[in-house]
C-alpha cells in the first residue's frame, strides 16, 4: 500500500503563499501520477493539479494556473504544491492523492478525485481577506 502525508498548511492573508508538501512512502515506484486537490466546507471536492511522475508533466485547475506550481523531488518521494498569490477562496482542506491504475492522458495526469484511491489525511490552508 501506499501512504501519503500532506504538510506545510496554514493560515495567511490574501496575496500570501505556501508550499505544502506531500511526502509518499510504500509501493510508490509503479504509480504514474500524483495530484492534489481541495475541499472547502459544504462544497465538493475540487481538483488542483496533477504531475507525471516519470516525465513531469502538469496540469492545473483553471481557478489556479498562473499561481499554483506543483512540483517533485523523486529522491524524496514527495511532491510539492507551491501556491502564490492566495485568495480567501483558496481556503479548503488540501489532499494529495495517487492510484496504481491512474495513468496519463495525451501526456497529463488526471484531476478526478473518483479515480484516485490513495488518500493523505489532508491540511488546511485558510486565507483571509
Known amino acids: 500500500q501506499v501512504r501519503l502525508v500532506e504538510s506545510g498548511g496554514g493560515s495567511v492573508q490574501a496575496g500570501g503563499s505556501l508550499r505544502l508538501s506531500c511526502e509518499t512512502s510504500g509501493k510508490t515506484y509503479s504509480r504514474d501520477c500524483v495530484a492534489w486537490f481541495r475541499q472547502a466546507p459544504g462544497k465538493e471536492r475540487e481538483g488542483v493539479a496533477s504531475?507525471?511522475?516519470?516525465?513531469?508533466?502538469?496540469n492545473y485547475a483553471d481557478s489556479v494556473k498562473g499561481r499554483f506550481t506543483i512540483s517533485q523531488d523523486n529522491a524524496k518521494n514527495t511532491v510539492y504544491l507551491q501556491m502564490n498569490n492566495l485568495k480567501p477562496e483558496d481556503t479548503a482542506v488540501y489532499y494529495c492523492a495517487t492510484d496504481f491504475d491512474v495513468t496519463p492522458t495525451l501526456g497529463r495526469c488526471p484531476v478526478i478525485s473518483r479515480l484516485y484511491n490513495n488518500w493523505g489525511q489532508g491540511t488546511q490552508v485558510t486565507v483571509s481577506s
Open positions: 504531475i507525471t511522475t516519470r516525465r513531469n508533466s502538469t
